[in-house]
């Protein structure tokens, strides 16, 4: 909400410039819809199934989509004239019905409320979008926004779920005719494939960088589709232990680390993303201008110093903006056989066939690892297959 206030006063000054930076940071901070108790909706209900309106909204539903986290996500892009909501004290709830076709039709209920700030005569047009996660199946989905006055706008449609020809052997992690609330906690604890793979000890690297390079700021979807890849990762390989590390280039530094990692511990991923300023680069991180060489040699150093060894040697994410090479100098050598290490870099953005050799590519390199480059979540599925094959190895 202080992001809101903040452009609002800007915009009051400024006018059309700041308006429209209104419109992006006010997009980006709207709350995120939560399954509700029907039960807790009964005064709301009678509204929702009405067909007044006096609210102006235009709602384009989101094709379902396959994530990292192999769930179908779907959703809804919302445009609303702010000129309906001048001056202070208004807000307003969205509430979202989806019912499967099939299986026991029970709805679901999600819902979310926002609260405005003082908006002053403006022509602007609020845009925001609205998620939730699906298994597959057929839905009929009715969604609403009502003001604090009552009035309401209304959507309804219907979407198919299913995998497409690519997705065919993807292994979708939600029962069929499920609905989810999206969420950066972390998985749900979908059940694993059991198998008799020995158990692995894996090490996590995990690029906590935004997925497409010409940003400077993690979004919130950056990050859960980052969260997505390790919750994944660690529901299809059979580990025994994982340890897991966020890091970034730009800043030059370690940002979280923890040993014996498991889902539940999600939530910290989650804090630690939210706590990053990637914006912000202090003088001396600047002045070092081989700072990233140094973080990867001194990770993948403490990595092989460390008993016992893990198995695999991961490291995750999208691709750096730095492309100096590792000099095998800065390596340790250590005796006996080091980890197996892989390179799973996310470029949904970039579907070019050459791809710049970045740091983390010649570091995995120089160890003798493989790079997959992971442009859907069709070949995330296939890179994680080679990773469950991987055998274990004497330390």
Request: proline fraction near 7%; hydrophobic fraction near 40%; aromatic fraction near 8%.
């Amino acid at each position: 909400m202080k992001l809101w206030r903040s452009a609002i006063r800007r915009a009051k000054t400024c006018g059309v410039r700041a308006a429209l930076l209104f419109l992006l940071l006010a997009s980006s901070t709207l709350p995120a819809q939560s399954i509700v108790d029907p039960s807790k909706l009964r005064l709301v209900l009678p509204k929702f199934e009405s067909d007044d309106s006096g609210l102006r909204c235009d709602v384009v539903p989101l094709k379902p989509v396959l994530n990292y986290g192999f769930r179908f996500q779907a959703g809804y892009m919302v445009t609303v004239p702010m000129n309906q909501f001048l001056g202070p004290n208004h807000g307003w709830s969205m509430l979202t019905r989806i019912t499967p076709v099939e299986g026991d039709k029970k709805p679901v209920y999600l819902i979310s409320s926002a609260t405005l700030p003082n908006i002053p005569k403006t022509k602007v047009e609020l845009r925001f979008g609205g998620g939730y996660l699906l298994g597959e199946g057929a839905y009929d989905v009715r969604w609403m926004l009502l003001d604090d006055t009552g009035r309401a706008c209304r959507k309804s449609w219907h979407v198919d779920v299913h995998r497409g020809h690519a997705e065919q052997k993807v292994r979708v992690a939600m029962p069929r005719e499920t609905v989810w609330e999206l969420s950066l906690r972390g998985s749900r604890g979908f059940p694993p494939a059991t198998d008799d793979a020995a158990p692995l000890r894996m090490t996590i690297f995990l690029h906590t960088a935004p997925l497409f390079p010409r940003r400077t700021r993690l979004r919130p979807n950056d990050m859960m589709t980052l969260m997505s890849t390790v919750a994944s990762l660690l529901e299809r390989v059979p580990v025994g232990s994982v340890r897991l590390v966020l890091f970034n280039l730009d800043q030059q530094k370690e940002l979280y680390r923890k040993e014996d990692f498991l889902l539940q511990d999600m939530a910290q991923v989650s804090q630690a993303m939210a706590n990053i300023e990637l914006g912000l680069v202090d003088f001396q991180t600047l002045q070092n201008r081989r700072g990233h060489v140094d973080l990867m040699a001194d990770l993948v150093n403490r990595e092989i110093a460390v008993q016992p060894r893990s198995d695999v040697v991961l490291f995750l994410g999208p691709a750096a903006r730095q492309f100096d090479r590792m000099p095998q100098s800065s390596l340790e050598k250590p005796a006996g056989r080091l980890p197996q290490f892989y390179y799973f870099q996310i470029s949904p953005f970039l579907r070019m066939n050459a791809q710049p050799v970045d740091t983390i590519k010649s570091t995995v390199a120089k160890l003798g690892g493989k790079t997959i480059l992971i442009h859907n979540p069709g070949e995330f599925a296939k890179a994680i297959e080679r990773l469950e094959k991987a055998g274990k190895g004497p330390a």
